[in-house]
């Protein structure tokens, strides 16, 4: 009876729907993982059981900077002082074996490193902001890297990759469904998403293909203008350095030219420098935007925040999680706010915080590992700067393509002129046509690319984003199968 009582009172209708859950979240999309990817994934499992299923044997992930899961190796001197770090001291660096299977330096490097945990090892919380000691390092390096400009640890926080970091900024800036946030167009869809995310709206602002992806004041202008015309209040500006998908590093004449339009019209300025390790033309140099703001006498006069990984660079790791923003210029009370969101996460993970710490500071001249950690970072470097290369002009080789050189950064995001027909057809599919041609694209190839309608565009204008980050002897097939698979859809869709 009781059980028969039970079953009569328990809805059969579920909690959480479709139509009842939080909208923003339903509405948020985050191109890099959108449909093409899952189609991938799905054709992925179909080759295990199937393997002559597909043209290919194996799907070329090109659509994330997602760097060890497409072969490059980790850098060694790094996971051996990880490995020492998480080790317990009697199996790790207190083992009186521990010098013949690692070097000294890396055993003394996870001294320190655990020396700043206090001895509560990788398992424990750690500060809200991260580990001291780490953030101390942090800062040098900072100090370091732009000739000398002070950089107080208190305003450092250490974050899971620079995504966290973003997403907390964002939620500080965004109070209610007016407040806004320029960003890019092409963007990196982490700001979209956040945005819809937290009901907030995005303002565009358009890069000009034709001028090495450059912003213009005057473009700048029109679109805050515009924005409130339409009601939006305008509260932070978004600058990716080196550009992500678009692959420029800007001058420092640049950055300067941006950082003054802020402070003009009281709009943070988040920075977003993952990439600032990855700089290939020989004329271009990565600058800070906070040393460009110093150098223009600007530091303290409006608000700045600058983020880093440990994702991208030469490290590459982004399954560690590891990063850092530092926070310039704010009111104290508004960052204590900022640290309360923090701590109600507890912290960043410490695999993370350590990578950080090692990404930052590594082995010092004379040290036994120095000179192999310099090479294996020179390797990957130099392979990267001819992968850049090699794509971009392979992409251009292609008619109907157009692609700038990558400066910087990971990628490249060619311009593809695109058959009416086809457009027509992705029309009738409900979809647009950078879709209907990467799916074409990864059904004929194998080549999982991100479709350029994901991170915005020109209206009219149409093509995908491509990592080079797969191994160069994979990148020149995959460049082949490009050209192959352009000359097939241009055939069926004549």
């Known amino acids: 009876?009781?059980?028969?009582?039970?079953?009569?009172?328990?809805?059969?209708?579920?909690?959480?729907?479709?139509?009842?859950?939080?909208?923003?979240?339903?509405?948020?999309?985050?191109?890099?993982?959108?449909?093409?990817?899952?189609?991938?994934?799905?054709?992925?499992?179909?080759?295990?059981?199937?393997?002559?299923a597909y043209p290919f044997s194996k799907i070329i992930y090109t659509n994330i900077g997602n760097p060890h899961s497409v072969g490059q190796k980790p850098l060694t001197w790094p996971r051996q002082v990880m490995a020492l770090v998480d080790l317990p001291d009697d199996v790790g660096v207190d083992n009186p074996n521990v010098s013949k299977l690692f070097p000294q330096d890396a055993v003394e490097r996870a001294k320190e490193l655990k020396s700043y945990m206090g001895g509560c090892g990788t398992g424990a919380y750690s500060h809200s902001q991260g580990i001291r000691g780490i953030r101390e390092e942090v800062a040098e390096f900072i100090e370091k890297r732009d000739g000398g400009i002070k950089c107080n640890p208190d305003d450092l926080f250490l974050t899971n990759g620079a995504s966290t970091g973003i997403g907390h900024i964002l939620t500080a800036c965004i109070s209610g469904p007016s407040d806004g946030v320029m960003i890019p167009i092409p963007q990196y869809p982490i700001y979209s998403a956040s945005l819809a995310l937290l009901g907030g709206k995005q303002v565009g602002y358009y890069l000009d293909e034709n001028k090495e992806w450059s912003a213009s004041i005057e473009e700048l202008e029109r679109s805050l203008k515009e924005a409130k015309k339409n009601g939006v209040n305008v509260r932070a500006f978004v600058l990716i350095n080196p550009g992500n998908p678009t692959g420029q590093v800007l001058s420092s004449s640049a950055i300067s030219s941006v950082i003054k339009f802020c402070a003009r019209h009281s709009l943070i300025l988040l920075a977003d420098e993952v990439y600032q390790e990855n700089v290939y033309d020989p004329g271009k140099t990565f600058i800070s935007c906070k040393k460009a703001a110093t150098e223009e006498g600007m530091i303290g006069k409006f608000e700045m925040v600058s983020f880093h990984s440990t994702s991208k660079g030469i490290f590459g790791e982004c399954g560690r999680r590891g990063g850092y923003m530092e926070l310039t210029g704010f009111d104290p009370d508004v960052q204590a706010q900022i640290y309360k969101l923090a701590s109600s996460g507890l912290c960043s993970g410490i695999p993370g915080q350590v990578m950080t710490s090692l990404m930052v500071k590594g082995p010092k001249p004379g040290d036994v590992s120095y000179d192999s950690h310099e090479n294996e970072k020179k390797t990957i470097f130099d392979s990267?700067?001819?992968?850049?290369?090699?794509?971009?002009?392979?992409?251009?080789?292609?008619?109907?393509?157009?692609?700038?050189?990558?400066?910087?950064?990971?990628?490249?995001?060619?311009?593809?002129?695109?058959?009416?027909?086809?457009?027509?057809?992705?029309?009738?599919?409900g979809t647009n046509v950078d879709t209907l041609y990467s799916l074409s694209l990864l059904e004929a190839t194998g080549i999982c690319v991100v479709p350029a309608a994901g991170f915005g565009q020109e209206p009219g204008r149409a093509g995908f984003r491509t990592t080079f980050l797969p191994q160069e002897e994979e990148m020149k097939q995959a460049v082949e199968l490009f050209k192959s698979h352009h000359e097939q859809f241009l055939e069926k869709y004549k």
């Not at 959480?16 to 999309?29: A, G, H, P």
């Not at 990628?411 to 086809?422: G, R, S, T, W």
């Open 384 to 429: 990267l700067k001819r992968r850049a290369v090699m794509v971009s002009e392979g992409l251009n080789s292609i008619e109907g393509f157009e692609c700038n050189a990558a400066e910087g950064s990971m990628y490249l995001f060619p311009k593809v002129d695109m058959p009416e027909k086809a457009i027509q057809e992705a029309k009738k599919q």
């Open 1 to 52: 009876a009781l059980a028969l009582l039970f079953t009569s009172t328990v809805s059969a209708s579920p909690g959480l729907t479709l139509d009842s859950m939080n909208q923003n979240m339903r509405n948020m999309e985050y191109a890099v993982r959108g449909k093409v990817v899952i189609t991938a994934d799905s054709i992925t499992s179909s080759l295990k059981t199937n393997p002559s």
